[in-house]
């Protein structure tokens, strides 16, 4: 199925990237890390404040990702930085996992690499996000190394760092 990737400007959509960071960090990150810590990440960084600063403030672009049926199957977050693009934002929600849509999304973000001269695509991942971490290292993203960075309210993010080389066209 042909994915369609619309660039957040609204209001409208910047509540629907909301709604969707609560649906899906609820759902995917609760065998991870506490339901306390996930409840604080998204006010701190996916609440509609959180968002609408990161677009007007901070340099990042915000991408819906909407499957043929016109469903929004989940978003992306990105910023260059460097002469390389920081990947900050990418979750799909449950029920569209598997049908091949981080390949699409990842390939319009190389495409983007590209079109703007961009070396490479690079994250930060959760060292016990196990599934996306494969996914990454399926796609050719290598780990370069850990990080450990304090949140704030007594939480930290334990991640790896994670990158991948982009052909120049």
């Known amino acids: 199925m042909e994915l369609r990737f619309s660039q957040v400007n609204t209001a409208e959509e910047t509540a629907e990237v909301a709604r969707l960071a609560a649906e899906i960090w609820h759902e995917h990150y609760v065998s ?3 339901v306390a810590q996930i409840d604080y990440m998204i006010e701190k960084f996916q609440s509609v404040p959180a ?3 990161q677009i007007h403030h901070q340099g990042y672009e915000y991408y819906l990702i909407h499957n043929g049926e016109g469903s929004t199957a989940g978003y992306m977050s990105a910023r260059e930085e460097e002469g390389k ?3 900050s934002k990418f979750y799909i929600s449950k029920e ?3 049908r091949s849509y981080a390949s699409q999304a990842l390939a319009f973000l190389e495409k983007l690499c590209q079109d703007r001269n961009l070396t490479h695509i690079w994250l930060t991942v959760n060292r ?3 599934s996306s971490i494969a996914v990454y290292k399926k796609k050719g993203f290598r780990t370069l190394r850990g990080q450990m960075a304090d949140i704030g309210n007594g939480f930290v993010m334990d ?3 994670m990158e ?4 120049v066209s």
């Open 32 to 34: 991870i890390i506490t």
């Open 51 to 53: 968002i609408t600063d």
């Open 85 to 87: 693009l920081f990947l």
């Open 96 to 98: 569209y996992r598997g």
């Open 128 to 130: 016990d996000n196990e």
């Open 159 to 161: 991640d790896y760092i």
């Open 164 to 167: 991948k080389e982009i052909p």
